[in-house]
């Protein structure tokens, strides 16, 4: 079970400076609006958090946008609303040095369907959030801990996110934190590894090798690496881990609320090999 509080809520208190901005082409008027600048949480989702900057800009967009379809980009790249929030920051830095406030144009339509289903309604994303630990904990606990929920257990982790409360969420996650049967471990390790234009990949990662050796951060990177294509590092929550960071630990302390790692893989474009355990099992 994850112990280390210290960590666990410093996590929770990610939070990235944003910049919003209006798109020129949908703006009437000839006094175009000032840039909407807000604090938010890593672990959040965009339509959660951007009430406040519709209603900056509406006012400034035709009668007949107002009431289009909302969708977010970035330096022209779509942002997906079901990904996390510190997930997209993370994928647009890349491996460079972050350039805050991170800058954001909001559009009131001409949505990209291909690349971008448009903001739904709060209600929407609780559902995609519980599918998301639901999955989460069959893959930990065979489904055990979140069956055995009632709806006000939930609730409380839904509104814990909404209201930005480490101890609200908490008191109910830390029961899917607990180890799998008789085991010290969780039985998989629930991880989306994302690549540079933001799709993802999963494979059923395993905590600890044949030889019931702990699994480290090196050995998913070999995992999700190809001859062509080297994983040679792992960017969460905005730092570079330690390759050597056992697997077990770090989905016990740098998971997001759905209960699942994600992992913005570097590569290396010389393909240097990582050298994995002999024995790797991870995958």
């Given at each position: 079970m994850a112990n280390d509080r210290?960590?666990?809520r410093l996590v929770w208190e990610g939070k990235i400076p944003i910049c919003f901005q209006a798109d020129p082409a949908e703006v009437v008027g000839l006094q175009p609006p000032e840039p909407f600048?807000?604090?938010v949480p890593r672990l959040s989702y965009l339509p959660l958090v951007t009430d406040k900057v519709r209603k900056h800009f509406v006012r400034f967009i035709s009668n007949e946008q107002?009431?289009?379809d909302i969708w977010f980009d970035c330096n022209g790249t779509p942002l997906k609303w079901h990904y996390p929030i510190g997930v997209l920051f993370d994928l647009t830095m890349g491996d460079e040095e972050p350039n805050l406030p991170w800058t954001v144009t909001i559009h009131f339509g001409n949505l990209p369907g291909e690349f971008v289903f448009k903001c739904p309604t709060k209600e929407v994303v609780e559902a995609h959030f519980m599918s998301c630990l639901k999955e989460a904990d069959h893959l930990k606990h065979r489904g055990q801990i979140v069956s055995a929920m009632q709806k006000k257990d939930?609730?409380?982790l839904w509104l814990g996110i909404v209201n930005d409360k480490?101890?609200?969420?908490?008191?109910?996650?830390?029961r899917l934190m607990e180890s799998h049967g008789d085991q010290d471990t969780f039985k998989y390790?629930?991880?989306?590894c994302y690549n540079e234009d933001?799709?993802?990949m999963q494979k059923l990662i395993q905590p600890t090798s044949k030889t019931n050796l702990k699994q480290t951060l090196k050995d998913l990177l070999e995992c999700f690496s190809s001859p062509a294509h080297r994983a040679v590092a792992a960017r969460m929550h905005g730092i570079t881990v330690d390759l050597d960071t056992p697997l077990q630990w770090l989905s016990e302390h740098l998971s997001y609320p759905d209960n699942f790692l994600h992992i913005c893989l570097l590569y290396d474009d010389d393909n240097t090999t990582i050298a994995a355990d002999n024995d790797s099992s991870v995958c």
């Open positions: 210290e960590v666990l600048y807000l604090m107002q009431e289009g939930h609730t409380q480490f101890d609200q969420f908490w008191a109910v996650n830390r390790i629930p991880v989306r933001g799709t993802y």
